[in-house]
């Protein structure tokens, strides 16, 4: 699994938590506010194309695949734990 961390820019408040599957996509933890909804997730393609959201109700702060078989989302919000099993995998070591 690779989980990184993306760099600041001055248009952005904080840091962006992101986690790489193994086809490509990039599982980003979001927050685009209340007004706009899409607290949560979303899923990048290496194109920049926005393919999948989860919606959380809070901020979520940090993401990773986990589990045996790298296929569980952990999704850390601001005041809880957040899990859901997917259908891709979390990248792999090395």
Known sequence: MLSEKLPS???RK???EAAREHSGNVWVSS???RAVGYSG???WTPAGKLVGRIRLPEVCGNICFGGP?????FMAASQSLYACYTSTQGAGPG
């Open 31 to 33: 927050n685009a506010g």
């Open 14 to 16: 904080a840091d962006v």
């Open 69 to 73: 078989k790298r296929n569980r989302l």
């Open 9 to 11: 820019h001055p248009g």
């Open 41 to 43: 997730v979303t899923v």
